[in-house]
């Protein structure tokens, strides 16, 4: 779309949003029904497309896509009218007979911006929770994930007037378009080098934002950690979309002592969930395209491999990779990994697993395998956006839990 385009639609909206129309919960109820139905009919549909995009198999795809998306649904329906209700608060003596309240409202014209690696969940899941608020949508899918953007389109078209939620297609130039037209609200999800333009181009309006970033995630396995059931439960984090999760552990602080009894139940493990040959399972799969494959192939020969390291390019397939040696100060260490290559770096105390995570910036996921009482006072120590005790990746999976990092996570 055109600019001119862009801001005809957001004038569009703003018109739509000015009648009162989205402030009524029975409207947001009706279009909340409304998406949950049509995202029913249409899921063979999405199945397809994000097979066609990053190669997920059915099971993953409603795992971490729809059945999430339908979830957030179920949640916002139950919820709405609570969340839409007026609440009163104490009003003081020299108010008397006055009565105090805080009232919920919509932002208005809200921007969502979503990434590839959940191209449906993490386009939907937003438009849910801006729906159930009383706005109205513009969504802006990426380009890199062409087959869902194109059946988000489908479905938002066949259910809803551009006045109130419209799909906006294309690149870099409508990124920029959208930016620069002036929303009440923008929710971005994506890499922190983008986050830092959607800011920029927000503070020039003053818009108010959600940023969902990333960043380099730790994992530590402590003594006391359920060895087996730890490497079964990072393995299957790690594998996750083949690694390009933003919550995904990125890297193992683990106590030297349980090294090489971790790594044995590391490669059990992949083999447990993928089989023999990670390459022939349906369930896993490829990098997003062949610029992201080499990034992320370039780290294998950061570090000794101890279980995986085959890759294909022409399949953009990664093995799930665990390496060890790796230099602190090596790219892999540095960058977010979004990949299934996970560096392993031994600690002795639990200070210096701690001094590890602290010194570096502020990831949106911590997980922590061993005794409850020690993780606890790790997750008192750092900061991050979530985290989990004795498991990966669950926490995202409450509606309940609010879901966003810290600094540049």
């Known amino acids: 779309m055109t600019n001119s385009e862009i801001q005809e639609l957001l004038s569009s909206q703003r018109s739509f949003f000015a009648t009162g129309a989205t402030l009524k919960t029975e409207y947001r109820i009706s279009a909340l029904k409304k998406l949950k139905s049509a995202i029913k009919t249409h899921e063979a549909d999405i199945m397809a497309a994000l097979k066609k995009d990053l190669g997920k198999g059915s099971q993953e795809s409603y795992m971490c896509e729809v059945g999430l998306t339908l979830s957030e649904i179920s949640y916002m329906l139950s919820h709405v009218k609570r969340f839409a209700r007026e609440r009163t608060v104490a009003t003081p003596l020299a108010q008397f007979a006055s009565r105090s309240y805080v009232k919920p409202s919509p932002y208005g014209n809200v921007l969502i911006m979503s990434p590839w690696n959940y191209p449906f969940l993490l386009t939907m899941e937003p438009l849910v929770d801006a729906l159930a608020a009383g706005n109205t949508a513009i ?99 790690k594998c996750l979309n083949a690694g390009q999760t933003c919550i995904a552990p990125d890297y193992l602080l683990i106590h030297e002592e349980l090294l090489e009894e971790f790594i044995d139940a590391f490669r059990d493990a992949v083999r447990c969930l993928l089989g023999d040959d990670p390459r022939q399972s349906r369930h896993y799969v490829r990098i997003v395209n062949e610029r992201a494959f080499d990034r992320v192939a370039s780290y294998i020969g950061q ?52 001094d590890f995570i602290t010194a570096r910036e502020k990831p949106l996921a911590l997980y922590y395998f061993g005794p409850e009482k020690q993780g606890r006072e790790i997750l008192n120590r750092t900061s991050s956006g979530g985290a989990c005790l004795n498991d990966t990746i669950m926490h995202i999976a409450n509606e309940a839990l609010p879901f966003g990092g810290v600094g540049n996570s």
């Open 139 to 237: 969504v802006k899918p990426s380009a890199y994930s062409p087959a869902a953007s194109e059946i988000i389109g489908k479905i938002i078209s066949e259910i809803f007037p551009p006045e109130y939620v419209a799909v906006v297609t294309g690149g870099r130039a409508e990124n920029t378009c959208l930016l620069d037209a002036g929303f009440d609200y923008i929710f971005f999800t994506g890499s922190k080098a983008v986050g830092k333009e959607v800011m920029r181009h927000a503070a020039e309006h003053l818009t108010p934002i959600t940023l969902e970033l990333g960043g380099k995630s730790p994992c530590i396995v402590d003594r006391g950690a359920d060895i087996p059931v730890a490497a079964r439960r990072i393995a299957w984090g």
């Open 303 to 354: 570090g000794t491999v101890r279980v995986g390291g085959h890759s294909d390019r022409a399949e953009r397939y990664i093995e799930p990779t665990l390496l060890t040696k790796v230099d602190p100060a090596a790219p892999v260490m540095r960058e977010e990994i979004f990949g299934p290559v996970l560096p392993v770096i031994p600690f002795t105390t639990r200070q210096q697993a701690v």
